[in-house]
């Protein structure tokens, strides 16, 4: 095993080293372009001056006689408004050569822009226009709006550039060598492919994950990670790659909606998945009054024209800055172990996003990097955000599985985990003791107390004995919590629980005993009221329960009840205890009565077919949640009633509910299999043959499957004749838990079953491997031979799976496929299934 460990992280540190080198390589390979610009490379020299036209009606003609202002591109003071901006900027190349020259205008949502080439007598040498309004522009016209000229050598050429939008009219200005130009859109490509392709799966990632847990905060994620790319779209121009041009432009116009898109879905999301949505607080209302700004603001962006609408959305952004710092620095204070992947996801995103406003204003110079900062902060957010949901998922299903498994007040584990350590030791085949501590008129004061006090009074007695339970080595650790071992299980109102190794005497395990017992607080003050507190305790050895934890559980109930009848302080379970006679009358009678008031109940479990996947049949199982032993399980229940002469009763309940729930669910168009596992011994009475005869009278049992373990060749005569009768009146047999005896099969075959299922020495044994994929297709090559067909049970894992498709079970059932499950969810499970669900007779 250690050596596989080690093949495991060797392979683990390849790939990380693969990844390490792919990214390093585009971190080499993605550079700043702009540096690159033609007056940083060659003798070529720029006088750029610029001159505003306050009433958009200038041409060229009037705007080359207008006082033009000497400025940096960088330092203009572009503003939002109607206006028009004439750019002229003075070429010259000093060099021996002729250069081609691109000028590249670094904003794809420019309404008009046209651009005029001059010769030193101001003579037109090139004209273009380009801009969004524009219908007949290439895609890279589009995305990259750029001027290509030549100029040749010891010469001076003007270029002269009309800018109108109604949006932002920043627009850096830089010009390259054409090849240098190529590199530009190289460089773009490459970042923006980058972005779309992890947004995109990521994307898709949360979709499969809402479609899985149904959780509203991965849909409010995708929204977010789809205005982001709409947003991005249109302000680096790679929008025209992704979505039709009409669209493109449609959001371009509307811009500014982008922008409130994404930050009304960053907010909701950031309360979702913070766990505002679902709690009244201050925060609360602040995320509500913040969300209502932004829609507000957002329906205003659709009427006002986008040098209006712009800066209320920077207005807007004080507040929603304000609103998401609270709510992550309030959960990190509370929640910082799974909250710490959103705050550092969010630090990019603040930083990039901080970025392009003051390159806007002129703080930043405009580079390819500070270009695409808010880009490459919203895919780090991304990617980092997509570790946030993976870590909230682990931590819902860690929570759930503590919740499910300890005591909400005392956080102590509960009778679930209790018992799931029992089963644990059993198949280790461990030999150990089960012990209940339970208080004293524990129910008699506590539905007079509020939870803290209950609470108090648990960790009380837990803190009391916790020193005995840490000295103790021969106390079984049911688990580890952190750096916590613990000891003591809390089953339910003032009943405690611990297991002893078996190999501790008697004397030494009531020395142990009364020394915890010892320990318990006479009296405890909780909540200004004095309680006298006294103890009973109850054990019982694993040898007594053959195996079976539900068995080991009920024993020991029944011994601490016995303890509390008796009003002895400690008592250990006797087989041979002529009480257990006594309980046992007892517990038929509540089985009598349990079946009169229909407590028992039912559970279902459905079975599919190996090749195609389909749902055929539905096993059913029943159980009896008793109060005082927990759940008593079906062959508990079938015992008792033999013993007891309640069989009669229990097939009445057991196949009028079956036959109920058959209609039932006709009705919802389910018309597949049904199935039950039986004794014979538990049918083998002739009232109730008669009684079962007239009810399928008006109905079909060719559906109904009854398994048993003992085919009745062997057996007298009566059983053979129960079996006829059964097999006469349309049931289908089948034998159940089949352990590999070969003349099992025949005897199956010649009483008339029709199935055969695959029991515990497949699915609980050690056999596994290609042995067991051996040994399972030598049983069913022999079982199809006889004509039977072959379930598999507890396919809990996809080795087993496999293993049963490659041995060609006809059918297979377990966790893996589905859950055992009750009626309500088995029926909004069918109706969900309604696409994968057959029937026998299309096979």
């Known amino acids: 095993m250690n050596q596989l460990k080690s093949v ?37 020299y720029l006088k750029p001056s610029y001159w505003v036209d306050e009433q958009s009606t200038a041409s060229l003609t009037d705007a080359l006689e207008q006082d033009f202002q000497n400025a940096e591109i960088t330092k203009i003071p572009w503003q939002f408004g109607n206006q028009t901006y004439w750019l002229k900027v003075s070429v010259t190349n000093r060099t021996e050569f002729i250069e081609n020259l691109t000028a590249h205008f670094d904003n794809p949502m420019l309404d008009q822009l046209e651009v005029w080439l001059l010769d030193a007598e101001n003579n037109i040498v090139k004209h273009k226009q380009l801009g969004d309004t524009l219908p007949n522009l290439n895609i890279h016209e589009q995305a990259f709006p750029h001027f290509s000229f030549q100029l040749n050598a010891k010469d001076s050429n003007v270029l002269v550039a009309r800018i109108k939008t109604t949006g932002i009219s920043k627009t850096p200005l830089t010009i390259y060598q054409s090849d240098n130009f190529n590199d530009v859109k190289k460089f773009s490509f490459l970042i923006w492919g980058l972005f779309i392709g992890v947004t995109v799966m990521i994307a898709l990632y949360n979709m499969i ?83 209502a700004i932004l829609l507000i603001g957002a329906f205003s962006s659709f009427l006002l024209p986008e040098y209006y ?46 970025i392009q406003p003051l390159v806007l204003v002129g703080v930043f110079e405009h580079t390819f990097l500070t270009r695409h900062a808010f880009l490459i902060g919203v895919l780090l957010e991304v990617l980092l955000m997509a570790m946030a949901l993976a870590d909230k998922f682990s931590h819902q299903q860690r929570e759930s599985y503590f919740k499910a498994t300890h005591d909400s007040s005392s956080q102590l584990p509960n009778e679930t985990l209790y018992k799931y350590k029992i089963t644990q030791l059993l198949e280790q085949q461990h030999n150990f003791i089960a012990c209940f501590i339970e208080l004293k008129n524990f129910g008699q004061f506590i539905p007079y107390m509020p939870p803290k006090a209950k609470k108090d009074l648990v960790n009380q007695v837990y803190a009391s004995l916790q020193p005995v339970l840490m000295n103790q080595s021969q106390i079984i650790m049911i688990e580890e919590q952190g750096l916590n071992t613990v000891k003591l299980a809390y089953l339910r109102d003032g009943v405690f629980a611990l297991l002893v190794n078996h190999g501790t005497n008697r004397e030494s395990l009531n020395k142990l005993l009364l020394n915890l017992q010892a320990h318990i607080p006479t009296s405890l003050l909780i909540d200004g009221i004095l309680l006298n507190l006294s103890s009973h305790i109850a054990t019982c050895s694993s040898i007594y329960c053959n195996q079976r934890s539900g068995l080991l559980l009920r024993k020991t109930w029944q011994t601490l009840f016995q303890a509390k009848q008796e009003g002895v302080s400690l008592l250990h379970y006797k087989k041979e205890s002529g009480d257990d006679i006594g309980q046992q009358f007892n ?27 389909k749902l055929i049949s539905i096993t059913c199982q029943f159980s009896w949640p008793h109060p005082e032993f927990g759940e008593i399980t079906q062959q508990e229940i079938i015992k008792l009633a033999i013993d007891t002469g309640l069989n009669v009763q229990l097939n009445r309940w057991l196949f009028s509910e079956l036959f109920k729930t058959i209609n039932t669910l006709k009705e919802n168009h389910f018309n597949g299999q049904f199935s039950l596992t039986l004794s014979l011994n538990q049918l083998n009475h002739s009232g109730f043959i008669s009684w079962l005869s007239e009810q399928v009278t008006h109905f079909d049992t060719d559906n109904i499957t009854l398994y048993t373990q003992h085919p009745a060749l062997d057996e007298q005569n009566q059983m053979q004749e129960t079996l006829q009768k059964l097999l006469d009146l349309g049931f289908n047999f089948g034998l159940d838990n ?106």
């Open 8 to 44: 495991y992280l060797f392979i683990a540190c390849m790939l990380f080293a693969a990844l390490a080198l792919i990214i390093a390589s585009l971190v080499f390979n993605i550079g700043d372009p702009t540096t690159n610009s033609i007056e940083r490379t060659h003798a070529i």
């Open 209 to 291: 994950l809402f479609i899985s847990i149904r959780e509203t905060v991965y849909l409010a994620y995708i929204g977010y990670i789809l205005s982001t790319l709409m947003m991005m779209g249109s302000v680096l121009g790679f929008g025209y790659y992704i979505w039709p041009t009409p669209m493109q432009n449609w959001l371009q116009v509307y811009v500014v909606s982008t922008n409130f898109s994404v930050a009304i879905c960053a907010l909701i999301f950031g309360s979702l998945f913070l766990r505002y949505a679902s709690i009244k607080t201050k925060l609360n209302t602040l995320i509500k009054a913040t969300l």
């Open 309 to 354: 609408a712009a800066p209320v959305f920077f207005v807007c952004m004080v507040p929603l800055y304000i609103t998401i710092l609270l709510i992550v620095f309030n959960r990190l204070l509370t929640d910082f172990v799974w909250a710490k992947y959103y705050f550092f996801s969010w630090l990019p995103l603040i930083i990039s996003g901080a």
């Open 587 to 613: 517990l038929a009678s509540e089985l009598h009565s349990a079946i009169e008031q229909k407590q028992l109940v039912l559970s279902y479990t459905p079975v599919y077919h190996v090749k195609n996947k």
């Open 738 to 843: 089949f352990h590999g005896d070969l003349d099992r099969l025949f005897e199956a075959r010649e009483c008339g079953f029709s199935d055969v299922r695959i029991g515990h020495l497949f699915t609980k044994s050690n056999i596994q491997g290609h042995k067991l994929t051996l040994l399972l297709s030598a049983m069913v090559d022999v079982a199809k031979g006889l004509d039977l067909t072959v379930t598999a049970i507890s396919v809990d894992n996809q080795e087993f799976a496999d293993i049963v498709n490659q041995c060609q079970c006809d059918f297979m059932q377990g966790e893996l496929l589905a859950p055992t499950m009750n009626y309500r969810i088995l029926n909004s499970f069918l109706l969900a299934q309604q696409s994968r669900i057959g029937n026998l007779s299309e096979l």
